[in-house]
């Protein structure tokens, strides 16, 4: 187990080093920043002097290595819109990011579970008709639409909650929903489908003709054996969430990650693109690694050595 | 295998039961009742604006954008002030009197002190403006103050700025330049400036979140008299719909950038209104035309400006909220605008004529590069543009460009030979247009006129005021007949306000809250 856990995060700096690089590149490659930092009449001098203050006048190479430098050391360079380090406004943001991920994986695990499991056991029942509608609008409703949506009826309409903003509870149901939407639907169908799958299996006929009892059969066999490509792909979502983030961070005024990652896209604030991105990719490699840890536990069948 | 029975549960009381739950959704959001707006806001002295995005920085002297100005100005106070009426007025200076055409003297005012204690004297006006002056700050405003050579400190509530050469519009320029403490800044320095503002204004910094709110209070020992809105909310809210919201749940008072059509929902509530103002900012197609080409044929300029009908397009793509341009580069409130100049109209025919003229009767095809969503409608005003050209048998091709991508071509003059860009002028003299778009050798001139040159030049170095709009009137005149744009419009600037709050937009984008008022 101990020399798996290292095959994987040795993996995992290599992914790291292939993000920063292409990351890098791409940025580089999109557009001159100097000519956002100055107003649009400032003298083509003053381009060329904050090119060279910015360093941008070195060949590419140098500046990668320049940037491995600092990057290893936890120094993104400074912000060229907010003249802060980089990597502090990306810390700054990171909790209200994380806290909309979380939740957002909260609503869909919650809800998701839960019905997929009804679903699959009562194959006639409303409630497997409310779940496949759940499933259809969940993964086919754009995330800014349904956002719109909640704020226009729950805020404006009903004013039952704050249209956005970051503050107490009342401020995170919406973007929780919004955020988690997607993620419900996907995980529940795919729920409901692993359910249908092992009910079927030879195992489960024989714990019932031992004459357990049907809870027992569902929460102890069929659910567990249920759950393992599901947390695969709960883990696969949490990148798809954080994605998502950039979206659902716009609609609802979250002061998160995503909105500083667009408006330093916007900006060609390349220091801060580079934290931002590297910070995200820090956090989705950790997760598919705990994913895959979770899933040899849950699975006996999977083991690495 | 996942997915193999999925289908098969698929029925059709499913189809039926998904087509009236979204019946139901948009029911649900199309009516219901509204209760009064202003219960969500519960200090009555509060005010909270609502803009696109936050500052960048608390450092009065280290920006250039509208947003960050909106709530530095609040916090600081400059030199000069300009009243609703565009008019400059004193503020941190009492006076203003020119020693010589290269000395302006500045008599300040005794009485103010910074928000720390710290008191306003010469030695701030002079630190602040070699502040922004110093290469080494790269300050984005340094090119505003350059024609400042050195400033003197006569005594402790007199300075002289020399200037080297003569300058008229020193005065504009000092509107806009906040007035920091030196002693602060040296001390605690630039980013503690940025992050903790210090400044004389009629509202004391209280707390900054990045990406969500900046909370200032009322400066109660301010220098103008005491102000009686008592504290200062400046949220961001990107999303243009999600701002509406906010003021339609009551939850905001003020919001900037309203998209034109949904200004309408916000007119016909009883709770908000809606606040229109001619902004500085004026709207045009540039024309390359000092490279070979169709575009360096006058004729054929003229015939675009006639082809193109301004009117219109402010009417349906901008629903209403738009000037046409009268010919000229600038407004009828900048300083230069030459009322006697006839813009040429709307005239497909002669446009036809005068192309036929120039050799292309049988049409011809020329670039446009647009930006999407830097204006107001900037990419719909650019295609309903191209529309109209066709008709006239110009073939456009249309490139909508990112920001980043569409500055970088001008900058290095890359651009295609027509191109639709946006000019705000917040000096309200025509100088800070005319002068970059069409003095040779400037960042935006793609137009050649050896006698526009040196009417800019004499213009600029001209102290005598009558002098200088007469100057400014000739070259409207030559502009308006060398037709180096298409005009189109002046844009409107649109705020969204709740009915509790008496404010007035102005023409400067500023939102001055010294000079608003909850009922």
């Given at each position: ?236 979502q949490f990148g798809v969430l954080l994605g998502g983030a950039v979206i659902t961070e716009t609609v609802f005024s979250w002061p998160g990650l995503g909105r500083l990652l667009i408006q330093a896209f916007n900006n060609r604030d390349m220091p801060t693109i580079q934290a931002a991105v590297f910070v995200m990719a820090v956090m989705i490699v950790a997760v598919n690694l705990i994913t895959d840890l979770a899933y040899s536990h849950l699975d006996p069948t999977v083991r690495f050595g | 295998m996942l997915s193999a029975r999925r289908h098969s549960h698929v029925s059709q009381g499913m189809s039926l039961l998904l087509v009236l739950g979204m019946i139901g959704i948009l029911v649900l959001a199309g009516c219901g009742s509204r209760p009064a707006a202003t219960e969500a806001i519960e200090e009555e002295s509060e005010l909270i604006i609502a803009q696109g995005v936050d500052a960048t920085t608390l450092d009065p002297n280290m920006h250039a954008e509208a947003p960050t100005t909106n709530v530095v100005s609040n ?200 606040e229109r103002v001619p902004s500085t900012r004026v709207i045009f197609v540039a024309t390359v035309s000092d490279e070979p080409g169709p575009l360096a044929d006058p004729r054929v300029r003229r015939a675009l400006n006639l082809a193109v009908d301004a009117e219109s397009i402010i009417d349906s793509v901008l629903q209403g909220n738009g000037i046409p341009l009268q010919g000229q580069p600038v407004t009828e409130n900048h300083f230069g605008f030459n009322p006697a100049v006839d813009p040429s109209g709307y005239d497909p025919q ?170």
């Amino acid at each position: 187990m101990t020399r798996y856990m290292l095959r994987r995060l040795s993996h995992s700096v290599f992914i790291l080093v292939g993000i920063s690089l292409v990351t890098f590149l791409l940025v580089h490659l999109s557009g001159d920043p100097a000519s956002l930092y100055l107003p649009l009449d400032a003298s083509p001098e003053d381009v060329e002097a904050v090119r060279a203050s910015l360093g941008l006048d070195r060949p590419l190479h140098r500046q990668y290595l320049e940037f491995v430098r600092g990057a290893v050391r936890g120094d993104f360079g400074i912000s060229l819109r907010h003249r802060e380090p980089a990597l502090n406004l990306v810390i700054q943001r990171l909790p209200a990011t994380l806290q909309l991920a979380v939740a957002g994986m909260g609503v869909a695990v919650l809800t998701a579970i839960p019905l997929g499991v009804v679903a699959a056991v009562r194959r006639e029942s409303p409630v497997s008709t409310l779940a496949s509608v759940a499933g259809l609008l969940g993964q086919s409703m754009p995330v800014f639409w349904l956002g719109l949506l909640l704020i226009l009826l729950l805020s404006v309409k009903m004013r039952l909650l704050p249209p956005s903003g970051r503050g107490g509870i009342s401020h995170l149901i919406m973007p929780a929903v919004t955020i988690g939407t997607y993620s419900m639907a996907m995980v529940m169908r795919l729920m409901r489908s692993a359910v249908l799958d092992v009910l079927g299996r030879d195992f489960i006929r024989t714990a019932r003709s031992k004459g357990l009892p049907e809870r027992l059969v569902i929460y102890r066999h069929a659910l567990r054996n249920a759950l393992i490509p599901v947390v695969t792909v709960t883990g696969l979502q949490f990148g798809v969430l954080l994605g998502g983030a950039v979206i659902t961070e716009t609609v609802f005024s979250w002061p998160g990650l995503g909105r500083l990652l667009i408006q330093a896209f916007n900006n060609r604030d390349m220091p801060t693109i580079q934290a931002a991105v590297f910070v995200m990719a820090v956090m989705i490699v950790a997760v598919n690694l705990i994913t895959d840890l979770a899933y040899s536990h849950l699975d006996p069948t999977v083991r690495f050595g | 295998m996942l997915s193999a029975r999925r289908h098969s549960h698929v029925s059709q009381g499913m189809s039926l039961l998904l087509v009236l739950g979204m019946i139901g959704i948009l029911v649900l959001a199309g009516c219901g009742s509204r209760p009064a707006a202003t219960e969500a806001i519960e200090e009555e002295s509060e005010l909270i604006i609502a803009q696109g995005v936050d500052a960048t920085t608390l450092d009065p002297n280290m920006h250039a954008e509208a947003p960050t100005t909106n709530v530095v100005s609040n916090i600081y106070d400059s030199l000069l002030i300009r009243d609703e009426d565009g008019e400059i007025r004193p503020s941190l200076a009492e006076s203003l009197s020119n020693v010589d055409d290269h000395t302006w003297e500045l008599t300040l005012r005794d009485d103010v002190e910074f928000h720390n204690g710290e008191p306003f004297d010469a030695e701030s006006v002079r630190y602040t403006i070699k502040r922004i002056l110093d290469p080494e700050n790269n300050s984005p405003q340094a090119g505003d103050l350059s024609a400042i050579k050195h400033v003197e400190v006569l005594d402790d509530y007199t300075v002289r700025l020399i200037t080297h050469q003569p300058f008229p519009t020193l005065p504009a320029q000092l509107v806009d330049r906040q007035m920091v403490p030196p002693i602060y800044t040296e001390e605690k320095g630039a980013d503690r400036l940025s992050s903790q503002p210090v400044g004389t204004g009629p509202y004391r910094f209280v707390s900054w979140k990045r990406d969500e709110k900046i909370v200032l209070e009322a400066n109660e020992d301010y220098w103008r008299g005491t102000p009686s809105i008592k504290k200062v909310v400046f949220r961001v809210v990107p999303e243009n719909s999600t701002r509406i919201a906010e003021l339609q749940a009551g939850k905001v008072d003020l919001i900037v950038n309203v998209p034109p059509h949904q200004a309408e929902d916000l007119e016909s509530s009883p709770d908000t209104r809606v606040e229109r103002v001619p902004s500085t900012r004026v709207i045009f197609v540039a024309t390359v035309s000092d490279e070979p080409g169709p575009l360096a044929d006058p004729r054929v300029r003229r015939a675009l400006n006639l082809a193109v009908d301004a009117e219109s397009i402010i009417d349906s793509v901008l629903q209403g909220n738009g000037i046409p341009l009268q010919g000229q580069p600038v407004t009828e409130n900048h300083f230069g605008f030459n009322p006697a100049v006839d813009p040429s109209g709307y005239d497909p025919q002669k446009a036809r004529d005068l192309l036929a003229e120039a050799g292309y009767q049988d049409g011809l095809s020329l670039e446009m590069d647009t930006p999407d969503g830097r204006y107001l409608m900037d990419k719909e005003v650019a295609q309903a543009v191209a529309g109209q050209l066709q008709q006239v048998g110009v073939d456009v091709s249309l490139n909508i460009r990112e920001w980043g991508v569409f500055v970088e071509r001008i900058m290095n003059r890359q651009t295609a030979p027509l191109v639709l860009v946006g000019w705000g002028n917040s000096t309200f003299d025509a100088d800070a247009t005319v002068y970059p778009w069409f003095r040779t050798g400037q960042r935006f001139c793609f137009y050649e006129n050896a006698e526009v040159d040196q009417l800019l030049d004499d213009a600029r170095e001209t102290m005598d005021e009558e002098a200088r709009l007469q100057t400014y009137h000739q070259v409207m005149e030559i502009l308006s007949d060398d037709a180096p744009w298409i005009f189109l419009h002046q844009q409107m600037d649109i705020y969204g306000v709740s009915e509790r709050l008496d404010w007035t937009a102005r023409p400067d984008e500023r939102i001055e809250v010294f000079d608003a008022d909850i009922r």
